[in-house]
């Protein structure tokens, strides 16, 4: 069984940073993408940032020059690097591990995501 485990949330002032990461856990054989979604209240949930194996991102044009998404494949791990925060920045954060192989699973991978995270920025 693969888990996702997120760490890196919390209360921030607008302007301030914080760093996500998630680091996914079993049987692993290999990850494709890894990404971070994120859900406000009462808003559908929508892509942050997303990264492939060999390093190449797709980061979301509200969050642009502002978040850095990075990843260390031998630890099976993402990063979510957020600087000047804003209020309109606040979800809950969510991380992605798509196709994802184990033995169990090589011809047939499958997506795993995270429990969530809650990232709340104050004016």
């Known amino acids: 069984q693969v888990q996702l485990v997120e760490s890196g949330g919390g209360l921030v002032q607008a302007g301030g940073s914080l760093r996500l990461s998630c680091a996914a856990s079993g049987s692993i054989f290999s990850i494709g993408a890894m990404g971070w979604y994120r859900q406000a209240p009462g808003k559908q949930r929508e892509l942050a940032a997303t990264i492939t194996s060999s390093g190449r991102t797709n980061v979301a044009d509200s969050v642009k020059g502002r978040f850095t998404i990075s990843r260390h494949n031998a630890k099976n791990t993402v990063y979510l690097q957020m600087t000047s925060l804003k209020p309109e920045d606040t979800a809950v954060y969510y991380c992605?591990?798509?196709?994802?192989?184990?033995?169990?699973?090589?011809?047939?991978?499958?997506?795993?995501w995270g429990q969530g995270t809650q990232v709340t920025v104050s004016s």
């Open positions: 992605n591990a798509g196709s994802v192989r184990t033995p169990r699973s090589m011809g047939n991978p499958v997506d795993y």
